[in-house]
């Protein structure tokens, strides 16, 4: 592999010879070319003509210039087996699977979360008692951001939005009885330094149920995208050292829990933060591919890497631009592995992606519109062929969703499946002449992105430089006033607004004083018992390691063996790299 | 007393957990689209966000908040104003996702004005207001 070279020079280089056999015959297409001019000329209204082709402006749409209809003249050199394929064979356009939902529909993966780790282990017991196969953690803000639930920061939030976690104790009370080596855990980690801390724990908390890490399935989300760019934090490290700590987790992860997968490229937080969706996919692929560059260098093989793999999209509005995007960096993945990667295994070569709804596009105004508009995203999702859905709740512009919300996400995804019968055929929008050429549009679109990152440096320099930070706040400016002048339809914001509109109240859920008092009583006894000065030799040892970059989730799991805290691992991170500021703030 | 800056100044600042940007980064730009300076300072703790806001001499301090902790930590923005003197100075402003009912209580606590759904010109309009009704009483105060 030759690193001068961007990804986009190698797949023009390595494709170029290719011979192309084309699906339409030259007649024909010389026969419909004349025709086609002809009914355009004659036929079409004068004005139509004039607007032949129209650019959608939608919230975090591509803006990509649509025609007034779609012939085989739009993609007239397509060659089958080459752009297209058959499901589960290479170029992987219309599934990765032979008989995508055939064989198993898309997994419905509704994300919960709040309370105390008691009340977190009786909530994931009752949903394993009524058919649930796995467990999804939303964590509290704290723990998220890696904070105690006894540090200042941390105060009138603790246990709202999520279950909190400080030590091993909480892991062990999350998962009291529970199966950990039969049913599966999404832990929403978000960030690489969370997932360094937290991860630990669980497998501490294994450990000292006996439970070999070997049993171990789930996944953990370890995105240095969302660390260093999406997010909004009082604390960062610098962008260079963030994604080494994404690295380290990935190869730990990999060597010695080889069930779990070690990292979700998480382009939907980027997207409902504010970009398109060609930068969505744009920007994860490149850390996907510094990634693997990465794990090169340290020696690796890319496909006992690249097999674990797996992305997280949102779907906005433009339905057929959701569905083509899907198809197209489903191909473009795979030709990234094969040429770029030069990856020998087809599951490396696989785009495997979970879905969830774009909360952005919610409204609160009239908010049972969101239903609908939740219902055509995840449609799209499902046309696209995604592995795993979630739906925003309708009540999402308010609060974290009720459970009357909740149930009506998933019975959404539960009519799709069983009512529309949209999963019987796959790829069923393949072929489409529309639906191809936008695939092509989108596929080229996000390779020129991600060359355009690669030019500027990789993605480690265009987060740590500010570039990609300040294209995001260029689009939200942008979006904003598109919406004000009404260029951007939103119904019942901006379009069809109802006169007499009323806001409706709602319940959220409040902060639980007594959760947080337990959760600070608690620590305040654990720092009592444990062994600080063992504690504080593990955290001196991983202070070190960060420094001489050996792989940190060696001495965070040690630390969390000692039964350290999350803001106690947190600190020496800090203490170890520095503090960053995002170039957005003053 | 000294002749006060033309431009309106505004803070604008989150909670320390507050994971969301997207709403303070729009209402960044409406201000400075308005003719306001603003300074976009992100996340911190309510005494700190207080001993900024004297740093920078700023008319205005703006919270966005998404995902609670609203009165705890606007209670404590409040009485860390209070403390150092810039409470009855400084409009306070608070908008974001909370419940409704809190309105009420937010407002008892000292801020100005707390936005759900707001647009550009009720926000602007709202600033400008709350400054000059500031700057007559402190005039008034004066003499």
Redesign the interface.
């Known amino acids: 592999m030759n690193s001068q070279k961007t990804t986009r020079q190698i797949l023009e280089e390595k494709t170029a010879a290719s011979e192309r056999v084309p699906l339409y015959n030259p007649e024909a297409i010389k026969n419909i070319s004349a025709e086609f001019e002809r009914w355009k000329n004659t036929v079409v209204r004068e004005q139509d003509r004039q607007h032949w082709t129209v650019t959608p402006h939608t919230m975090l749409g591509s803006e990509i210039p649509r025609e007034l209809i779609y012939t085989p003249l739009n993609n007239a050199g397509l060659d089958y087996q080459q752009d297209l394929g058959f499901s589960g064979e290479e170029p992987y356009t219309r599934g990765i699977h032979p008989n995508v939902y055939r064989g198993r529909t898309f997994t419905m993966r509704q994300l919960f979360g709040a309370g105390s780790p008691d009340e977190c282990n009786k909530r994931m017991k009752t949903l394993l008692e009524h058919g649930a196969t796995g467990t999804n953690w939303a964590l509290d803000l704290a723990t998220v951001q890696m904070f105690d639930s006894d540090e200042p920061e941390a105060r009138g939030q603790v246990a709202t939005v999520g279950v909190p976690i400080d030590c091993v104790a909480d892991m062990e009370a999350i998962c009291q009885d529970i199966p950990i080596d039969k049913v599966s855990a999404s832990i929403v980690t978000h960030y690489p330094r969370n997932t360094a801390i937290t991860f630990p724990m669980y497998l501490v908390m294994a450990e000292r149920r006996g439970v070999p890490w070997d049993r171990l399935a789930g996944s953990v989300q370890n995105d240095f995208i969302m660390e260093s760019l999406v997010r909004s934090a009082s604390e960062y490290i610098p962008p260079r050292d963030d994604f080494r700590i994404q690295c380290d987790n990935i190869e730990f992860i990999r060597k010695n829990v080889p069930q779990w997968n070690y990292v979700t490229l998480n382009g939907y937080n980027l997207r409902e933060w504010g970009t398109s969706g060609v930068t969505e996919m744009a920007v994860a692929l490149s850390n996907g591919i510094a990634i693997l560059t990465e794990m090169a260098r340290r020696g690796h093989d890319i496909d006992w890497i690249a097999e674990r793999l797996a992305f997280f999209w949102a779907p906005a509005n433009d339905f057929f631009e959701e569905v083509a995007r899907i198809r197209a960096v489903r191909r473009l993945w795979y030709k990234i592995m094969k040429y770029r990667f030069e990856a020998k295994k087809p599951r490396s070569m696989w785009m495997r992606c979970h879905v969830q709804t774009s909360g952005v596009s919610l409204t609160r105004e009239e908010p049972m519109n969101n239903v609908i508009r939740s219902a055509y995203q995840a449609l799209a999702a499902v046309l696209g062929g995604a592995q795993s859905l979630h739906v925003d709740s309708y009540d999402e512009a308010y609060s974290v969703p009720s459970e009357e919300a909740s149930l009506l996400s998933l019975r959404t995804q539960q009519i799709i499946e069983a009512e529309t019968q949209v999963t019987q055929v796959v790829d069923p929008l393949g072929g489409s002449f529309y639906v191809e050429s936008l695939t092509n549009e989108i596929e080229a679109r996000i390779l020129d992105e991600v060359d355009e990152i690669e030019r500027l440096g990789g993605i480690v320099e265009v987060v740590a430089s500010g570039w990609l930070h300040r294209k995001v706040v260029r689009h939200i400016e942008r979006e904003q006033k598109m919406i004000e002048s009404g260029e951007i339809k939103v119904v019942g914001r901006n379009y069809h607004r109802d006169p007499n509109l009323k806001m409706p109240d709602v319940r959220v859920h409040e902060f639980d004083e007594n959760i947080a008092r337990q959760m600070r009583d608690k620590l305040a006894r654990l720092r009592q018992q444990r062994d600080n000065e063992k504690v504080n030799r593990c955290l001196a040892a991983l202070k070190d390691a960060c420094r001489r970059g050996d792989n940190v989730m060696q001495y965070t799991l040690e630390c969390a063996r000692a039964d350290a805290t999350e803001g106690e691992m947190r600190r020496v991170f800090i203490a170890a790299f520095g503090a960053w500021k995002p170039p957005i703030y003053g | 007393m000294a002749q006060r800056k033309s431009k309106i100044k505004v803070l604008l600042a989150?909670f320390?957990?507050?994971?969301?940007?997207?709403g303070?980064?729009?209402v960044a730009?409406?201000l400075k689209d308005a003719g306001m300076e603003v300074?976009?300072?992100?996340?911190?703790?309510p005494e700190r966000i207080i001993e900024t806001a004297i740093q920078e001499d700023a008319d205005v301090v703006g919270i966005s908040t998404y995902?609670?902790?609203e009165?705890?930590?606007g209670a404590?923005l409040m009485k860390s104003a209070a403390e150092k003197g810039i409470k009855e100075s400084t409009v306070f402003l608070l908008g974001g996702?909370?419940?409704?009912?809190n309105m009420a209580r937010l407002k008892e606590l000292g801020f100005s004005a707390t936005f759900?759904?707001a647009?550009?010109a009720e926000i602007v309009s709202c600033i400008q207001k709350a400054v000059a009704e500031k700057k007559s009483s402190a005039q008034s105060g004066a003499a």
């Open positions: 989150q320390p957990l507050e994971s969301h940007n997207r303070i980064i729009t730009g409406m300074v976009l300072i992100g996340n911190d703790l995902c609670g902790g009165l705890a930590l404590d996702i909370f419940p409704p009912h759900l759904a647009d550009r």
